[in-house]
């Protein structure tokens, strides 16, 4: 596609329930990044996948969070037993290669609220 | 892990003022420093970076300018205009990981 496309863009669900959230990446891009965005914060890194592997998870803030990618493009990103203090904007990102400096390009976000 | 500080949180400037934003980092191994700007409601989108072996780029109203000895790097916009209002987030990269922002910082021009 044109951009980093994700889905949904906005997202309300109870606590305790399950999500997922979809990263549709610039094809080509073998890196891909997701980052968390709370409200009026900056942009805190989870989690980047290199091809299907993820040489760095040192951002995922519990247990609950996982993501995977698969044949080296969509990701998905799932919160289990979702909190409050999860409600934020999840970005994910893709660029051309990782450790080579490239530009990312950020998808629109999908903001979760955990009520 | 590296970690990259940011200052001013917010920043007010009247239009045609020049604006600053300094980052520090602490991994002197970061060798790769961006810029990303997020206007309202809008993705964050790359506007200038510096690599470690040049000590400042321009483009245009912006500059960017590193001092790798003292760990730090500083945003110059000159001649404001509204339309620079939105947050700016610098980053630092070793290359071993993904990129480490820092917080951002909300800057204003008044028209």
């Known amino acids: 596609g044109a951009g980093v496309s994700q889905s949904p863009s906005n997202k309300v669900t109870e606590k305790g329930k399950d999500v997922e959230l979809r990263c549709d990446p610039i094809?080509?891009?073998?890196?891909l990044y997701w980052y968390r965005q709370s409200l009026g914060q900056g942009l805190e890194f989870l989690i980047y996948?290199?091809?299907?592997?993820?040489?760095?998870k040192s951002g995922l803030p519990s247990d609950r969070f996982s993501a995977e990618r698969t044949g080296g493009s969509v990701s998905t990103l799932t919160i289990q037993r979702t909190q409050q203090e999860d409600s934020a904007v999840y970005l994910c990102?893709?660029?051309?290669?990782?450790?080579?400096?490239?530009?990312?390009?950020f998808g629109e976000g999908s903001r979760l609220t955990v009520l | 892990g590296e970690n990259v500080e940011q200052h001013p949180s917010t920043l007010s400037v009247q239009e045609g003022d020049s604006a600053v934003i300094k980052c520090t980092y602490s991994?002197?191994?970061?060798?790769?420093f961006p810029w990303y700007k997020q206007e309202l409601g809008k993705r964050p989108q790359l506007i200038i970076d510096?690599?470690?072996?040049?000590g400042e780029k321009k483009d245009q109203r912006i500059a960017v300018t590193l001092n790798k000895t003292a760990k730090h790097f500083s945003l110059h916009i000159t001649e404001t205009q509204p339309e620079d209002s939105a947050v700016y987030f610098c980053?630092?990269?070793?290359?071993?990981?993904?990129?480490?922002f820092g917080s951002g910082t909300r800057l204003q021009v008044q028209p």
């Open positions: 990102a893709s660029s051309q290669n990782s450790g080579a400096f490239g530009e990312l390009f």
């Open positions: 996948f290199q091809g299907n592997s993820a040489p760095d």
């Open positions: 980053a630092g990269d070793t290359g071993r990981r993904a990129l480490t």
């Open positions: 094809s080509g891009h073998t890196a």
């Open positions: 510096i690599r470690s072996n040049v």
């Open positions: 991994d002197s191994a970061s060798n790769y």
